[in-house]
Every structure is written in structure tokens, then in C-alpha cells.
């Protein structure tokens, strides 16, 4: 059951998401395919079926690094979002690259005990529904900045400020992002 209401745009990425989810779960499953729901236009499908099968081919296909990244986000401090030169040069001593990595196709890398670390998903969203994101965060972009802040200025950077994320425990999956 949707939670959105029907008549809010919310609701087709709601059931556009869960689409996706479903079809990425059966294509690493090996199982049947999902059936599209019937509220979704051509395109919008033929995007979400794009998506959750470019999902489904990275997670087929993971890279493993030997990498601790638990270790490597303790040595970080709280929102570090910089770069500077001797700090750069001191996290890799510490945590240097075991090799060289050329991802070519889709692909999740992962740590050395399995968390994947990143999702390397060329092509995954078609053009146009990256420009209709653009225009549509462009178009929301002002009231964004006055409404989903809470309490300090942004200083016009609500995308990144810290007042809008909250400390999680649970790793990116594809349903999430």
C-alpha cells in the first residue's frame, strides 16, 4: 500500500521506487521478472527497468579492495569536507590503495570485509530523467533553502549544511539512493 497520497507527485517516484527495488531483487534473485504497475507511463518504466538493471549488474559484479573503511571514517574528523594537502598526504600513508582500479562497467566496490564502499553505476539514469532532476531541483532550489534548514544559516548550502543529516548506522543500499 502507497502511503502517498494519489493525487501528490510523490507518489509515481514512490511506486517508481519500489518498482525498481522489486525488479533489482528478482534480477539478482534469478527469478521472474516483476510486472510493471500500470500507473507508470513507458518511459518512467523503461528508466526504472534501466536503473534496476544496471543495479543488479553491479551488484554482480563486486570489486574488493583491502581496505578497513570502519578504520578509515574513525581517522576522519566530524564532517571533513576539505582538502589539505598534509592531511591528504597523512591518511594515505596510513590507509594507502593496495593497487590500481579501472572500473569499466558497473560495479560495487567493496572493503575488505564486504561493506560496499561505493556503487559505480555508469549510464544508470537515462539522460532525460537527469535533466528533468535538474530542472525540477532548480526549480525547488529557493524554497529548499528556507525550508529544510533547521535553526543555523546555510549559508546558501542546504544541499551540504550539517543541520540536515543525522548520523546514520546503516549503509547505502540501492532502494535508498
Known amino acids: 500500500m502507497n502511503p502517498i497520497p494519489d493525487d501528490w507527485a ?10 525498481v527495488c522489486h525488479q533489482f531483487s528478482t534480477l ?29 549488474a553491479a551488484y554482480r559484479n563486486p570489486v ?10 574513525d ?11 598534509n592531511r591528504e598526504e597523512n591518511l594515505l600513508s596510513r590507509y594507502p590503495p593496495d593497487r ?3 572500473l569499466d562497467r558497473p560495479a560495487v566496490v567493496c572493503d575488505k570485509f564486504g561493506v560496499i ?15 528533468d532532476m535538474v530542472a525540477a531541483t532548480a526549480n525547488m532550489s529557493a524554497l529548499l533553502a528556507t525550508s529544510v534548514t533547521r535553526g543555523a544559516e546555510t ?9 540536515n543529516f543525522e548520523p ?8 535508498v539512493y
Open 117 to 131: 564502499i561505493l556503487w559505480y553505476l555508469p549510464g544508470a539514469i537515462d539522460i532525460d530523467i537527469q535533466n
Open 28 to 56: 539478482v534473485s534469478g527469478q521472474l521478472n516483476v510486472l510493471p504497475p500500470l500507473e507508470l507511463d513507458f518511459v518512467m518504466l523503461m528508466g526504472c527497468s534501466k536503473l534496476a538493471s544496471t543495479l543488479a
Open 100 to 102: 590500481q582500479i579501472l
Open 75 to 85: 581517522a576522519l574528523q566530524m564532517m571533513e569536507n576539505s582538502t589539505k594537502p
Open 64 to 73: 574488493t579492495i583491502n581496505f578497513d573503511v570502519a578504520r578509515y571514517a
Open 155 to 163: 549559508g546558501g548550502k542546504w544541499r551540504t549544511h550539517e543541520s
Open 168 to 175: 546514520s548506522q546503516h549503509s547505502l543500499t540501492p532502494g
Open 10 to 19: 510523490l507518489a509515481t517516484t514512490h511506486i517508481a521506487s519500489e518498482y
